[in-house]
């Protein structure tokens, strides 16, 4: 049963660059044809695609956020990690990692909070 | 506003069946599957049904899914109070670019 981590900071200034990464366990991230994903929920709000990485290490990301993020992998450390750089207050939320199968997610990590704030 | 619609919220007694409904377009669901999750309070979402109707392993029969032209429905029959939770469907766009579409969640309230 594979299993999937958030880490990163908690915390991250406006106008810096938040740093995410996913960890996977039970499964190796090169293997099969998966989508890597990252999806975000602020408090009280619905879910949001931010975007992914597919097994060819190709992405795809949200229109709406594509000018800022850059996704990757690291299969030496089973590892794919989020960068979404100039970031505001309207980026606070939990942040999930989410392995797809047929694009959509299917097992995910437990989240992890970030806060944007001075 | 999402592309996918849902009821805000639903609620039926214990015991009862609910339905949940997902309203899209030719390009969303009329033409790719859908999945439903399912969101405790405080935790992450958990997949409930894929592929329109089908349930991963160790997810109850209670939980059904089913599909037909723009629109999805979960059904939740013998509802119990550890139901009570937040109700997301997903899909992709196929005119969008966008790989996954969530419905604006259905919070469910186990009376």
């Known amino acids: 049963q594979v299993q999937l981590q958030e880490s990163g900071p908690g915390l991250v200034k406006p106008s810096q660059t938040l740093s995410l990464t996913c960890t996977v366990s039970?499964?190796?991230?090169?293997?099969?044809?998966?989508?890597w994903t990252w999806i975000r929920q602020p408090a009280g709000k619905g879910l949001e695609w931010i975007g992914r990485?597919?097994?060819?290490?190709?992405?795809n990301y949200n229109p709406s956020l594509k000018s800022r993020v850059t996704m990757s992998i690291d299969t030496s450390k089973n590892q794919f990690s989020l960068k979404l750089s100039s970031v505001t207050a309207a980026d606070t939320a939990v942040y999930y990692c989410?392995?797809?199968?047929?694009?959509?997610?299917?097992?995910w990590g437990q989240g992890t909070l970030v806060t944007v704030s001075s | 506003q999402s592309v996918l619609t849902q009821p805000p919220s639903v609620s039926a007694a214990p015991g009862q069946k609910v339905t949940i409904s997902c309203s899209g377009s030719?390009?969303?669901?009329?033409?790719?599957?859908v999945s439903w999750y399912q969101q405790l309070p405080g935790t992450a979402p958990k997949l409930l049904i894929y592929?329109?109707?089908k349930r991963p392993s160790g997810i109850s029969d209670r939980f059904s899914g089913s599909k037909s032209g723009t629109s999805a429905t979960l059904y939740i029959t013998g509802l119990q109070t550890v139901d009570e939770a937040d109700y997301y469907c997903?899909?992709?766009?196929?005119?969008?670019?966008?790989?996954?579409?969530f419905g604006g969640g259905t919070k469910l309230t186990v009376l």
């Open positions: 989410a392995r797809g199968i047929v694009v959509l997610p299917a097992d």
């Open positions: 030719s390009s969303n669901i009329g033409s790719n599957y």
């Open positions: 990485i597919y097994s060819s290490w190709s992405t």
């Open positions: 997903a899909t992709w766009d196929s005119s969008l670019n966008i790989d996954v579409i």
């Open positions: 039970g499964g190796s991230i090169s293997s099969g044809f998966y989508y």
């Open positions: 592929e329109n109707d």
